[in-house]
């Protein structure tokens, strides 16, 4: 099986989830931060330090992912981040949400490839002597899936660690299939290595993928493995229960410790259950009390009747 990544998603992949995560599944030998975004005032808030912070990754691969458009603020936070021992900065060409995308930032860079390539030579020139990797995650333009022509001869042109290429455009944001004959163009012509990723949801997806792409570097996937943390796991049925009991349980007591107030608390796990509950099969009455409930206690109950009735097996 080729190498997996957990894929960065804002607000989900936080530091306590990837080390829980870590804790208790197998798969990813990668995990990425959601992005970093550095700017004009040379610093990192409190929440992105904590995301690169040694102690809260220990015993993982961590990747900070930055988002950005000006290639001296990228410069900075590429210093600031292999000083704390990072080998690898991944560059965020990828999200889609229009409060980034107005920035010129995330996929909304790529509508811009004249200023795209100019930014990389500058970031090229300027971590000369640095001892880090540039890996960057991508989408295949901002309208239309031709613009990819030109973006990927401007990742060509340098040496990247790996280029990740979600294979929609910014307005496709996750709706429809992917674009698979532009994930082929990509496989086919790119000079950098390729890692895939989009709708990686079972084994069965992770199979045909890496047959279909048998020179990847890696799989990378970030609904699929939220919704399916026991995805690579193997074991019986029993021990698949139990371990999914514990992860969720630790994730809901880190998550009490960290942050006040049972609303704050739900919405941070309601996230995950998002993405969890579709694969279960679990039923419309323990979608919609999960979905109602507001009090910390009678989630924990809750979740706890969810995964003693569903099988976990079915992947």
Request: aromatic fraction near 12%.
């Amino acid at each position: 099986m080729k190498s997996i990544y957990l894929a960065p998603m804002e607000g989900v992949t936080t530091h306590i989830y990837r080390r829980i995560f870590n804790k208790y599944y197998k798969g990813p030998g990668k995990f990425f931060t959601p992005f970093l975004s550095p700017n004009q005032t040379k610093s990192f808030q409190m929440k992105e330090l904590e995301e690169i912070d040694n102690e809260k990754n220990a015993g993982m691969t961590t990747v900070p992912q930055l988002l950005c458009s000006n290639a001296e603020h990228f410069i900075w936070a590429c210093k600031e981040i292999t000083a704390r021992g990072y080998k690898e900065v991944n560059f965020n060409l990828g999200c889609p949400s229009n409060t980034v995308v107005t920035k010129k930032k995330g996929s909304g860079f790529l509508f811009y490839p004249d200023e795209l390539d100019a930014f990389f030579d500058a970031v090229f020139t300027g971590i000369e002597g640095l001892n880090v990797s540039i890996s960057v995650k991508t989408r295949l333009g901002k309208h239309d899936p031709k613009e990819f022509v030109r973006i990927l001869e401007i990742y060509n042109k340098y040496p990247l660690k790996e280029l990740i290429v979600h294979p929609r455009i910014q307005k496709d944001f996750y709706k429809g299939e992917i674009r698979r004959e532009w994930l082929d163009h990509a496989y086919e012509n790119s000079k950098n290595p390729i890692c895939i990723n989009g709708d990686i949801y079972t084994r069965e997806d992770v199979k045909n993928t890496e047959e279909r792409y048998p020179d990847a570097e890696a799989l990378m996937l970030g609904r699929g493995l939220i919704a399916r943390p026991y995805l690579f796991d193997e074991g019986d049925v029993l021990k698949d229960r139990e371990r999914f009991k514990a992860f969720n349980a630790e994730l809901l007591d880190e998550y009490c410790k960290r942050m006040s107030g049972d609303f704050s608390i739900l919405c941070k796990l309601k996230e995950l259950w998002f993405y969890m509950l579709p694969p279960l099969n679990a039923g419309k009455e323990a979608e919609k009390r999960l979905k109602k409930t507001t009090k910390v206690s009678e989630y924990r109950c809750i979740v706890n009747e969810i995964i003693e009735s569903v099988a976990l097996d079915d992947r």
